[in-house]
């Protein structure tokens, strides 16, 4: 396992406890293997279903996964449970408590597509993919966010952390991924939600939105994605182990005072994300009429940043 530049732990997460959902494969498998490496207890969640979400459930990848980190000396506990169900998403952190005795990070990361146009996108894939990435952060969210209140009011606040999981379609969109980029950006605006309510019980909560090579994204952009031949010795910038190390140092005590951020992680980049903020603007002091509230808003397009407003087509 890799957890530094140079191939060696540093510890930054030694003591720690760490939820990863769908940590079966992926980026997922990536920051739970990173996150053991420097010292952290890892839960591995994953339901092993398909990139769809469909079939049977499986033990498999989570399991695989976790024998990985004790092979290589870490401690780590699968779960199966569906983290889109109150049932699964509480079992999770009952997974951490009853196993580790604690609970200090927590990556929100599960999900799948289901990629259609607008005018072909049945209800039930609208719904199942809204279902794993939206609700699925915000099931384990609020369950774990219990627990933090809860010891914050016995007298030991934690310092704990969150890192959800949005997506360059939800920032910006994504051409044929409607019910993906809703839920994405979704996930920005609970992110800002919880860093704001959760403060105050020892909690950080940020996001990141990754773009790597995944099951969700080596087919539909495989030419980007593709690694590089083997025995170039060139940088494998979609390996999906570049966005790991971000991911654990805002699941470290190391990121103190960082919260309510969203970070792209692509390759050796990271950028800080602004979002939303206002641009030109005009107050004529009373009500508009339409043709004249059309003609202010076409001036204030003109003077809007060039290309403000146009999708990125492409899911990250």
Same mark, same amino acid.
Request: net charge negative.
């Given at each position: 396992?890799?957890?530094?530049s140079?191939?060696r732990?540093?510890g930054?997460?030694?003591?720690?406890?760490?939820? &990863?959902?769908?940590?079966?494969?992926?980026?997922?498998?990536?920051?739970?293997?990173?996150?053991?490496?420097?010292?952290?207890?890892? &839960?591995?969640?994953d339901?092993?279903?398909?990139?769809?979400?469909?079939?049977?459930?499986?033990?498999?990848?989570?399991?695989?996964?976790?024998?990985?980190?004790?092979?290589?000396?870490?401690?780590?506990?699968?779960?199966?449970g569906?983290?889109a169900?109150?049932?699964?998403?509480?079992?999770?952190?009952?997974?951490?408590?009853?196993?580790?005795? $604690?609970?200090?990070?927590?990556?929100?990361?599960?999900?799948?597509?289901?990629?259609?146009?607008?005018?072909n996108?049945?209800?039930?894939?609208?719904? /199942?993919?809204?279902?794993?990435?939206?609700?699925?952060?915000?099931?384990t969210?609020?369950?774990?966010?219990?627990?933090?209140?809860?010891?914050?009011?016995?007298?030991?606040?934690?310092?704990?952390?969150?890192?959800?999981t949005?997506?360059?379609?939800?920032?910006?969109?994504?051409?044929?991924?409607?019910?993906?980029?809703?839920?994405?950006?979704?996930?920005?605006?609970?992110?800002?939600?919880?860093?704001?309510?959760?403060?105050?019980y020892?909690?950080?909560?940020?996001?990141?939105?990754?773009?790597?090579?995944?099951?969700?994204?080596e087919?539909?952009?495989?030419?980007?994605?593709?690694?590089?031949?083997?025995?170039t010795?060139?940088?494998?910038?979609?390996?999906?182990?570049?966005?790991?190390?971000?991911?654990?140092?805002?699941?470290?005590?190391?990121?103190?005072?960082?919260?309510? $951020?969203?970070?792209?992680?692509?390759?050796?980049?990271?950028?800080?994300?602004?979002?939303w903020?206002?641009?030109?603007?005009?107050?004529?002091? /009373?009500?508009?009429?339409?043709?004249?509230a059309?003609?202010?808003?076409?001036?204030?397009?003109?003077?809007?940043?060039a290309?403000?407003g146009?999708?990125?087509?492409?899911? $990250?």
């Amino acid at each position: 396992m890799t957890a530094s530049s140079d191939g060696r732990g540093t510890g930054l997460c030694a003591g720690r406890v760490v939820i &990863v959902t769908g940590a079966g494969r992926g980026l997922g498998r990536a920051h739970a293997l990173a996150f053991a490496a420097e010292g952290a207890k890892v &839960v591995v969640n994953d339901l092993g279903v398909g990139l769809d979400g469909a079939g049977g459930s499986s033990p498999g990848p989570a399991r695989q996964v976790v024998d990985e980190i004790e092979a290589a000396g870490g401690e780590a506990v699968a779960h199966g449970g569906d983290i889109a169900t109150g049932v699964g998403a509480a079992g999770v952190i009952a997974a951490a408590l009853d196993t580790y005795g $604690r609970l200090d990070t927590l990556v929100n990361n599960a999900g799948f597509l289901r990629d259609r146009m607008l005018v072909n996108l049945d209800e039930d894939d609208w719904d /199942a993919v809204l279902r794993v990435h939206l609700k699925g952060h915000f099931l384990t969210l609020k369950h774990a966010a219990a627990h933090w209140r809860a010891e914050t009011r016995a007298g030991r606040t934690p310092v704990a952390r969150v890192i959800n999981t949005s997506s360059g379609a939800g920032l910006l969109g994504s051409v044929g991924q409607g019910n993906y980029s809703a839920a994405k950006a979704g996930i920005v605006g609970l992110t800002l939600v919880a860093a704001a309510e959760m403060g105050r019980y020892g909690v950080q909560v940020n996001a990141i939105a990754p773009a790597a090579r995944t099951r969700m994204t080596e087919q539909t952009f495989a030419e980007t994605m593709a690694a590089p031949g083997e025995g170039t010795g060139a940088f494998d910038a979609m390996a999906p182990e570049n966005v790991s190390p971000l991911v654990v140092w805002l699941g470290s005590a190391a990121s103190d005072g960082v919260t309510g $951020r969203v970070f792209e992680a692509e390759a050796g980049r990271i950028t800080v994300m602004e979002g939303w903020r206002p641009g030109p603007s005009v107050d004529r002091g /009373a009500r508009w009429a339409p043709a004249e509230a059309g003609e202010a808003t076409r001036k204030l397009l003109a003077e809007a940043e060039a290309g403000a407003g146009l999708p990125v087509y492409g899911a $990250r």
